[in-house]
């Protein structure tokens, strides 16, 4: 019964870690690198009659070239709310529209912006390996309590060692985010 419980805690941690590990991915995806994508509209939100709405619930955001990004209402009507709470989200963006849609022309980025956002991208790197290790911390006390409880030790502690295993191998996979977001971030 304790060596199911342990094998559970060792599917638990490594979902965690997963979900770690994707949440890691989708902070990376809204740091810029340079070109423009339409995630990095992701974080503004419109006043859609009396509602805050995300963008992409109201408008189509396309991205033609590397340094355009096209917001396409899906009302007129919402071209100036669009605007304006484009320029509120404060993303250094600066929008134009002509009536029919919002063009924004992402600026290329300076040498010292670019490494802003490598330490940027550091950061969320650092919190998500910080988040693997209290995963891990937290399942080895739980092995720790299944012990005291029966759970016989070279089971607790073979399950201590598949969880530094899984550990290691998530670290790698940031580290591997890391390197791809910073050589994408400094390539010019």
Not at 14 to 27: F, G, P, S, T, V
Not at 110 to 115: D, I, L, Y
Not at 119 to 148: F, P, Y
Request: some cysteine; overall charge positive.
């Amino acid at each position: 019964m304790e060596i199911v419980k342990a094998k559970e805690i060792v599917t638990a941690a490594k979902d965690r870690m997963q979900k770690a590990i994707d949440h890691l991915d989708n902070e990376l995806l809204s740091i810029r690198a340079g070109k423009a994508n339409p995630v990095l509209l992701n974080p503004v939100m419109v006043d859609y009659y009396g509602s805050q709405v995300p963008l992409s619930q109201v408008s189509n955001i396309s991205s033609p070239d590397a340094r355009t990004l096209i917001v396409q209402p899906w009302e007129k009507s919402m071209i100036a709310p669009i605007e304006k709470a484009i320029l509120a989200a404060n993303l250094g963006f600066n929008p134009q529209n002509n009536g029919e849609q919002i063009r924004i022309n992402v600026p290329a980025l300076t040498e010292e912006r670019r490494k802003n956002l490598v330490k940027q991208t550091k950061n969320e790197c650092e919190n998500t390996r910080i988040s693997l290790r209290n995963t891990r911390r937290d399942a080895v006390e739980h092995v720790k309590k299944l012990q005291k409880d029966g759970l016989p030790e070279d089971v607790a502690k073979d399950t201590e060692i598949e969880l530094q295993k899984q550990t290691d191998a998530f670290s790698k996979k940031v580290d591997e985010l890391f390197a791809k977001k910073e050589k994408e971030i400094m390539t010019v």
